[in-house]
């Protein structure tokens, strides 16, 4: 029998079914009916929803199609919509976006300028290949509509297409358009094209030729810059920023014209006009007009300081920048840069680096007084900065030092320990500064010993009593005090003890002789550093061999130091003032030490094995089909040049141990060293050449005496690849030779700067031919100050592989023990040329009918004087091989050619020489992305 409780039971789970039995379809399906309604009011509720649903990161793309529906309307509000919609899925469905497209021409002809210009600039933001094919001709007209509102849009989106396909802007002419609008008569029109001029030329130097800036733009620009929005006028500025002008006269001209931008209210404005004005004073040599502009700059310079703490601080990191090139320009406003108790550490920092850059004889009585005040704050750091700059003061002011040094005293009297051992530290300077002049303060100094506890200090401290050792009775005493805990000093002061005791010995030769013999023990026997062990061994080698010597050169009279040791170099200052108002003047750094290096993210894997002519060729011609399959695979796909791992901790990799000599061998039996990654993430973890080893520079094969005249392969001479002003003093010069069957770079590093440079290490990021160093990179270190190095670095082609735009592009890291700068050149191709690139008769006619015929370019070539048995004598010696010649007609010689690339792609070719005419060349290949690579190497060859 069923009880009454199983009955009521079975009925509530019967209950349940009416979950099951809704009518709602979900929320998608409402919205679908409801953008389908014939109600407008109602069709843009539902568009509001969809782009609310959007906006909130619901996946609405299923809509697109009915979205897509609601454009043909002539309310504003729902196109508007509708096209931010589109913009935002038009990436995921770039199939169905195309339906679009029709409204969008349409739209660009609407007699509403509002819409044309919502239209064009819709088409500008979504960015499918696709669309953009249609873009150009409404583009065109929009770019010459009558309505200025529409002229503006367009511009920007020139700049937008650009990016997306910059060989449609330059074939379609839209860069000479944007020149002709820089003269347009609207300056808000003005102000768009220069913004889209500048985004194309950052993107794409070479795009300058088509855009041409003379006197009258220049002209119609600073006409323009009176009326247009505040960053219109930013971007007018930095524009003329990049102008030469003609003459003095026009420099006064465009100076005085710029000058009253600088009581703009925006901050970006006046660093802009500054930084323009900066530049034109260099040009100009009437000194009465260059102090009037000085005396302008400095009011709205002083006055960008009463701002948030946030904009201070950038004005003040390019403040900087402008008083190291010219402190006259604020030297009588110092009181500006007296720091307040609430301001940011940050900006009290800066304002006091400023502060000692403007001392001069005429106030160091106030910024004294200011800084005394500063040493007795609470914020550490900044006390500490305080003390140290009372000693740069007596650094630079030589008359008012004895005044700094008697701060100095007073502020050791107040015992607080930090501030002692920092005025410890710069009293050693200032004794290195005036030398036997304030030595009588040294017992005031030894008094504070016990309390010194920061290595720096220390050092200072032992530094002081090795140099006056003769004046202090009991140095013996200090320094062996020192000695007792030496294993646990910090290495800093080591060395410094290991020099004072031997300046002791060699002053007081019969008392410290134990002393000296236990610290030469410590240093070489008992240390695992090596920098203190090979200094004990030079002091102990030169103390048992010549102690004369030894006094001479341990006692010799030391020059003196700098007036300001943390200037920045000239030419680094002039690049970084022709940056005011950008990242580059907040980080002191030029653009390419923190832009410069990143390259594209998309990339694929290749693997080389023994089809590699045909995985090459795959390759050279991968199209987005390609890309897609990878990502599916899942193959590695790295990101490079991101972030904050850009460097890493370069500066302290551990190096191979140094290889033999090796002699110059086939590209293809180089073994690459396993050396350190140089670069981490920022190249993908690529093989690197670097380190001490030395490695032979290939050397040609002797040549037979009676060959003498027959031509060599060529080799370009060395150009600038890496300027002085963007590696802190380093230049490189480079070119690439073919030796030997091998590739090699050959390098001149000149060193610009006033010391030493060593540690020299180089790496390559992925390319096309997958070049990488066969070997580290071998230099004669240490590069002494204006003195250049050569070296010759043996190329492999086995490293990582990834396309290049262009083809030869190549991404170089070099570092040195200052930093890792980055470059790129292009390496000809007649290097990659091989040996083994001559094609038998036979096979060469069967190979040309196999290569379809649109895959043959034909070119005509620079006149050339050399005969037909010349010209095969040069095209041999560089690996381009001559099949074989017949007659033509009309007195013409065919020459027939075959080249073999390093990784196996062939190009075949024709050469027709003529008298009296210009030659001309047809290629063939399989891989038509090589032709315009042989052509150029080709020309290379005959002309040389």
């Not at 793309?61 to 729902?78: H, I, K, R, Y």
């Not at 004073?281 to 946030?310: C, G, H, R």
Request: glycine residues 4%; aromatic residues 6%.
């Amino acid at each position: 029998m069923v009880s009454l409780g199983s009955i009521t039971t079975m009925r509530g789970k019967m209950s349940d079914s009416k979950y099951f039995n809704t009518q709602k379809k979900g929320e998608i399906y409402e919205l679908k009916a409801e953008l389908n309604s014939d109600k407008k009011e109602k069709k843009k509720e539902a568009v509001k929803k969809v782009i609310a649903s959007m906006t909130v990161g619901k996946d609405v793309s299923a809509l697109f199609t009915d979205v897509t529906m609601c454009m043909q309307t002539d309310n504003l509000e729902l196109k508007k919509l509708v096209y931010l919609y589109l913009i935002n899925y038009a990436k995921t469905q770039p199939d169905l976006a195309i339906l679009a497209v029709n409204t969008f021409v349409k739209d660009c002809e609407d007699p509403n300028p509002l819409i044309r210009a919502l239209a064009v600039r819709t088409m500008g933001c979504i960015r499918v290949e696709k669309i953009t094919e249609y873009l150009c001709e409404p583009l065109r007209k929009c770019l010459k509509d009558e309505d200025p509102y529409v002229r503006k849009t367009a511009a920007v989106c020139v700049a937008k297409l650009h990016d997306i396909s910059a060989a449609r802007v330059e074939d379609q002419g839209f860069l000479e358009t944007l020149g002709e609008l820089l003269c347009d008569s609207n300056p808000m029109v003005v102000a768009n094209a220069v913004a889209a001029i500048s985004e194309i030329l950052d993107t794409n130097p070479n795009a300058a030729k088509q855009v041409n800036i003379d006197t009258p733009t220049v002209n119609k620009l600073l006409t323009a810059l009176n009326e247009c929005t505040e960053w219109g006028q930013i971007f007018i500025l930095d524009s003329l920023n990049n102008y030469s002008p003609r003459d003095e006269k026009e420099c006064i001209s465009i100076c005085e014209r710029i000058t009253p931008r600088l009581a703009h209210a925006n901050a970006a404005v006046v660093l802009s006009a500054v930084k323009v004005l900066m530049k034109l004073m260099d040009q100009i040599a009437n000194s009465e007009f260059v102090q009037m502009l000085q005396k302008k700059l400095a009011p709205p310079l002083v006055t960008l300081l009463s701002a948030e703490a946030e904009i201070q601080y950038v004005a003040l990191r390019n403040i900087n920048l402008v008083v190291q090139k010219r402190p006259d320009i604020l030297k009588h406003e110092i009181k500006a840069f007296f720091v307040k108790y609430n301001d940011p550490i940050y900006v009290k920092l800066e304002k006091l680096d400023i502060m000692i850059r403007l001392a001069a004889q005429s106030n160091i009585a106030q910024v004294l007084a200011e800084l005394k005040e500063y040493a007795t704050e609470v914020d550490v750091d900044f006390v500490r900065k305080a003390v140290r700059a009372i000693g740069r003061c007596a650094i630079k002011v030589e008359p008012s030092a004895e005044k700094c040094v008697t701060t100095l005293l007073e502020l050791i009297q107040t015992k607080v320990n930090y501030v002692v051992q920092e005025a410890i530290v710069v009293i050693k300077d200032i004794f290195r500064k005036y030398p036997n002049k304030y030595e009588t303060i040294i017992s005031t100094l030894c008094e504070n010993l016990d309390s010194l506890d920061e290595p720096e200090a220390r050092a200072a401290m032992i530094w002081i009593v090795g140099e006056y050792a003769e004046r202090i009775d009991n140095a013996d005493e200090i320094l062996q005090s020192f000695l007792d805990g030496f294993h646990d000093e910090n290495t800093q002061v080591q060395l410094q003890l290991l020099t004072a005791i031997v300046k002791l010995f060699l002053k007081k030769p019969q008392e410290t002789q134990e002393l000296v013999q236990k610290v030469l023990s410590l240093a070489t026997q008992d240390s695992d550093n090596p920098d203190l062990r090979d200094r004990g061994y030079i002091y102990w080698r030169l103390l048992s061999t010549d102690p004369a010597a030894a006094k001479e050169v341990v006692l010799a009279e030391k020059p003196l130091i700098s007036e300001e040791t943390d200037l920045i170099e000239p030419t680094l200052l002039d690049e970084l003032i022709c940056h005011i108002s950008s990242l580059a003047s907040v980080y002191h750094k030029p653009p390419a030490a923190f832009v410069e290096g990143r390259v594209p993210v998309r990339k694929i894997q290749v693997n080389r094995n023994a089809e590699g002519a045909a995985e090459a060729d795959h390759h050279i011609e991968e199209d987005d089909r390609t890309y897609s399959e990878v990502e599916e695979t899942g193959a590695p796909q790295q990101e490079v040049g991101g972030g904050d791992l850009l460097i890493g901790d370069l500066l302290s990799l551990d190096y191979p141990a140094p290889t033999p000599a090796a002699q110059p061998v086939n590209n293809n039996t180089y073994q690459q060293q396993p050396v350190a990654d140089l670069l981490g993430d920022i190249f993908g973890g690529m093989d690197l050449g670097g380190g001490a080893a030395a490695v032979a520079a290939p050397t040609s094969s002797p040549m037979d005496l009676f060959s003498l005249s027959a031509p060599t392969n060529y080799v370009a001479p060395q150009q600038v690849v890496l300027p002085a002003a963007r590696a802190k003093g380093l230049e490189v010069s480079a070119t690439f030779a073919r030796r030997n069957k091998g590739i090699f770079m050959d390098l001149t590093l000149a060193n610009k700067t006033m010391m030493g440079m060593s540690g020299f290490a180089v790496q390559f990021n992925k390319n096309s031919f997958g070049l990488a160093p066969g070997a580290p990179l071998s230099v004669n270190c240490p590069v002494l100050p204006n003195v250049s190095a050569s070296t010759s670095l043996p190329i492999v082609t086995t490293g990582p592989v990834m396309k290049m735009e262009p083809l030869l592009k190549v991404q170089i890291a070099i570092k040195n023990d200052i930093d890792v700068f980055y470059f790129e050149c292009v390496v000809p191709a007649y290097v990659l040329f091989v040996e083994e690139g001559s094609m038998e008769r036979n096979l060469f006619p069967q190979m040309w009918r196999e290569i379809p015929d649109e895959k043959e370019k034909q070119f005509s070539l620079p006149f050339t004087n050399k005969t037909q048995e010349q010209v095969e004598q040069s095209l041999t010696a560089n690996n381009v091989f001559v099949v074989a010649t017949r007659q033509g007609g009309d007195g013409e010689h065919l020459i027939y050619t075959s080249v073999k690339f390093t990784n196996g792609i062939w190009v075949l070719g024709e050469l027709r020489l003529a008298a009296g005419a210009a030659p001309t060349l047809a290629l063939k290949t399989q891989t038509v992305a090589a032709i315009s690579e042989v052509h150029s190497a080709i020309c290379t060859i005959l002309a040389n």
